[in-house]
């Protein structure tokens, strides 16, 4: 219980920080969705291939956004000193990570989100299976990403080329996750007729429960070195 109640304070602290930092929030969705903007005018695709693709081209699109959002917190904090004097509240290192992962969380969601009617219009995309598979897709991928995302982005935090290090340290960690989330995503789009969504969200929520448990547990060893 009090870790719920500290992590939920951590989680407010982010949301204003995110409300404050919205212009780089509208950025990180501007990003985004000029990702599917130019995959809409790839060349030598037609409009069935381009609507056969439309999931993984949601993924890349909030993988690559992930990127600007996930660091972004870290590293005001960092140039204030504000991660130390963090520490310094009596509040374990796991609350700080489970309040920062879920703000990641939600801000990649909303993202995506924000992402879906433009797939609908640009790819001709159309969720067979329903709006709330679809929507739990989503949460699943954007889990898979925010708790490993936000331990990379407090090691890369304090380096001069954080940027470039953090998509290093995650993207092939997260591989694995687009790659079931893409699939998963593709089934609730073309349909379901072999049942095999369920498989693949199992297989999501089962990198979200390792992603987040290890992430917990390490956190503390992150921030303190």
Sequence with gaps: MELILESRAVLAKELLHV???RARLVATGT???????????????NDAALRENSAGY???GILLASTLALGEGLRV???HNAIEMLLLLPVSPAAIFYGKAIGNLLVLLLVGIVMLPFLTVLFDATPT???GPLLLCLFAGSAAIS???TLHATLAARARSRDVLLPLLLFPLVI???VAAVQATHLVYAGDPMDQLGSWLGVLFAFCVVHWSVGGLLYSRVVED
């Design 58 to 60: 949601l993924w890349i």
């Design 176 to 178: 694995p996750c687009v």
């Design 19 to 21: 409300w404050r930092a």
């Design 77 to 79: 904090e960092t140039e």
């Design 129 to 131: 299976e329903g709006v």
């Design 147 to 149: 708790a490993p995302g």
């Design 31 to 45: 990003f985004a969705l000029a990702t599917l903007l130019l995959f809409s005018f790839a060349g030598g695709l």
